[in-house]
Structures are given as structure tokens and as C-alpha cells.
């Protein structure tokens, strides 16, 4: 029996009623293509969707001046605020935290956009980000803030309070890269600050794959260029995309079944609670961090004193990470993701850019029993390194 330890990709255990949500979706004939006709085959979509527009902004406790945009995860939601909002000659801040869901498209507007960046540094071994460096960093030409709620590498959660004060400050945008935390850990956007909040629906809120989003304010819509255009289904001879929210960000058919299966996943985190889930995951995490933090050759990054979500990464010192996961697979049954997990920064920072991390994620469906297994493991693994 295989153990599942790699749910900051995605989680693979998901509610059956999300399956059985996606299945009968499929299998009833009843579902057609939103805002495509006036019949109730495309009416039952469009309610569809409607009602769990409104189910995610509940969630995050998101006012009426917020729209709900589904995409297919959230790197494509990442890509359409920071090419959507971010202008010409802007000058953009972000963090040594972040995913290449968001570095590779403010490369991409660096050169072709002439827009310059400055990219907030994390300290080596904890990840701590130093905040206090961003007020620093803000000259007449900054528009945007742009920063990971969690870190996928070291579990760490940033400081948004902290941050959001600072965008109101100096008036800028502030764009928050959910992907770790939404469903894990609490989320509110009831004072209006963040103007974009991104977030997948794969990872802990139990959804399928091809799922994804973003909160944002209505009156973005104002000034958001969209990545994609195509059908609406509404204004087919208007030649640009209708400049209103949701359709503005959603061309094409959407994905209706995948919808309904993350409104299921939605309706299983409810049932929990956010909170009661959070409380959870640090118990698997603080469990599995005291069983593995005095081992000899192990060491662990993040910070373990502040709040984080459910990631815990580490190394055993003289084997490479990838070496590790392959023995903790084939000798255990424990499958973890070792490497640089798409974030390359946070690795130059934690000083493992030469071998990565070997990252353990958790999730609801795991227990204490299966963290022991993996104490055990790591334990037996560390005395190889002595003999």
C-alpha cells in the first residue's frame, strides 16, 4: 500500500462526490454550453456556473465588488493579471518565493515590455522573506505587487497583512498567488484590498485537474487587456471581447463538468472547515518535523515558528534529493516531489540550487500513522549516510 505525500502538486485522493459530480455531469444529457441558448440545456450550465461563482466567494468572503473567473488553473490565472493589468514602462515588485507561474511572465513582460522588476530576497535555510525590503524597492513607476501566499518549497505563509498595508499606502495593485493555500489555509477578502486573488483547483480544494480561477475586483475590467478572445456568446459581432466581467477573462466553452467536480470539492472543505483542515495539516506537519529534526545528516528549510500550510521540505545531507525520493518509493511506498519544484528563486536563496529539496505535502486524507511510516523512513535513510 502506496502512502501519498505530494499534494502541493495536486491532491490524487479526492471526495468521491467530486468524481460522482464530474461522472454525472457526463452521463445526464442535461448539461450544455453556457450562455449558448436560451434552452435548458445551456441554461442548466450557466446556473451552474453562476452558483459556484458565488459558493468560492463565499469561501474568501468576497464583497459584491469581486468577480469569480474560472480558467484552467492557476498559472493561466497568474499570466492573465500580470499581462492583462501590468503596463508598458511599469515597474513591478514580486519575491524570491515565487512559482514560474509568475516569474516567466514578468521575464516575458521584462523583455518585451521594457518593464523593470525588483524581486524581494529570502534569507538561506529559513525562506523567510524580508518584507520590510519592499517599501525600499517603490519608485514613482511602480504599479504592482505581486507575491505567493504560501511558498510551495518551504511551507511558509507571508505576512499579507503586512503586505496589503503597503499596497494601500502607495495605491498599487496587488496581485496574490493562492495556489498552496486556498482550502488549507483561512482567506479573506472582505476589506477589498487584494485586487486579484489566483488560486487552482486541483490541490486542497479537491477538484479535478483543469480547474482553476480568480477573484478579482469588478472594476479591474476597466483596464484588464485579456490573454485570450474568442466566443462569448453574446455580442458575436463585436470585433474585440466584450469588456465586462466574467466573459472578458472567459473565451470559449467552459468547463463545466470540472466545475461541478470543484463544487464538490468546495462542499467537502465546507463540511470540514477551513480552520479544522488547517489544524490538521500543522498536526501532520509538527508531527513529522519533531520526529526528523534532531536526525543526524537531515536538514529541514522553513521557517517552523510562524504560520505556515502543509509543507514541509528537507535533505539528507550527502544524498541527492532525486536519489531519495526514488528509494523512498521503491523501498516504502512513499511517493513526495524531489527537486526544484518550479521555484527557482527560493532554491538560490535556501542554497539548494545544486540538489533541490525533498518535499513532503500533506493533505486531509493523510493520518499520523502514515507520517510515522515516513519518520521511519527518513530515520533509516540518514543512518545509510553514516555507515
Known amino acids: 500500500m502506496s502512502i501519498y505525500f505530494d499534494n502541493a502538486a495536486t491532491t490524487a485522493k479526492k471526495p468521491k462526490e467530486v468524481a460522482e459530480a464530474v461522472y454525472q455531469t457526463l452521463l445526464s444529457g442535461e448539461y450544455g454550453n453556457p ?111 505581486v507575491v505567493d501566499h504560501g511558498s510551495n518549497v518551504t511551507g511558509n505563509i507571508i505576512d499579507l497583512e503586512e503586505i496589503k498595508e503597503i499596497a494601500q499606502k502607495y495605491k498599487l495593485t496587488l496581485i496574490v498567488d493562492g495556489s498552496q493555500t486556498m482550502g488549507q489555509y483561512p482567506i479573506s477578502l472582505a476589506d477589498g484590498v487584494i485586487d486579484a486573488f489566483c488560486f487552482t483547483g486541483h490541490k486542497s480544494l479537491y477538484g479535478p485537474t483543469g480547474t482553476g480561477g480568480i477573484c478579482l475586483k469588478r472594476e479591474l475590467e476597466k ?47 465546507n463540511s470540514l472547515g477551513v480552520a479544522s483542515i488547517h489544524e490538521h495539516l500543522l498536526n501532520l506537519s509538527n508531527h513529522f518535523v519533531s520526529g526528523i529534526k534532531d536526525l543526524s545528516n537531515v536538514q529541514l528549510y522553513g521557517q517552523f515558528n510562524a504560520k505556515r500550510c502543509g509543507v514541509v521540505s528537507l535533505n539528507i545531507i550527502g544524498i541527492d534529493s532525486a536519489t531519495v525520493s526514488d528509494c523512498l518509493w521503491e523501498d516504502y511506498g512513499i ?38 511510516i515516513a519518520i521511519n523512513a527518513i530515520s533509516e535513510l540518514s543512518k545509510e549516510v553514516d555507515e
Open 35 to 145: 450562455a449558448r441558448g436560451s434552452h435548458d440545456y445551456s441554461l442548466n450550465s450557466f446556473r451552474t456556473v453562476a452558483a459556484v461563482r458565488e459558493q468560492i466567494k463565499e469561501l474568501v468572503s468576497a464583497p459584491a465588488t469581486y468577480e469569480v473567473v474560472f480558467t484552467n488553473n492557476a498559472s493561466t490565472s497568474l499570466n492573465m493579471m500580470l499581462k492583462g493589468l501590468i503596463k508598458p514602462n511599469a515597474h513591478v515588485i514580486t519575491t524570491s518565493w515565487e512559482h514560474n507561474a509568475v516569474l516567466r511572465p514578468l521575464y516575458q513582460l521584462v523583455a518585451t515590455q521594457n518593464v523593470t522588476l525588483d524581486i524581494i530576497e529570502s534569507d538561506e535555510i529559513t525562506g523567510h522573506l524580508r518584507v520590510s525590503d519592499i517599501e525600499d524597492k517603490i519608485t514613482d513607476e511602480t504599479t504592482t505587487i
Open 223 to 269: 483596464e484588464l487587456v485579456p490573454l485570450l478572445t474568442g466566443g462569448d456568446g453574446m455580442q458575436s459581432f463585436s470585433k474585440t471581447q466584450p469588456q465586462e466581467l466574467p466573459v472578458l477573462l472567459e473565451a470559449g466553452t467552459m468547463n463545466v463538468a470540472g466545475i461541478r467536480g470543484l463544487s464538490a470539492g468546495i462542499d467537502y472543505v
Open 335 to 372: 511517493a513526495i516531489r524531489p527537486g526544484y519544484h518550479c521555484a527557482p528563486l527560493m532554491h538560490e536563496a535556501l542554497g539548494t540550487k545544486e540538489h533541490g529539496t525533498l518535499r513532503f505535502s500533506f493533505s486531509s486524507f493523510n493520518t499520523l500513522e502514515e507520517v510515522d
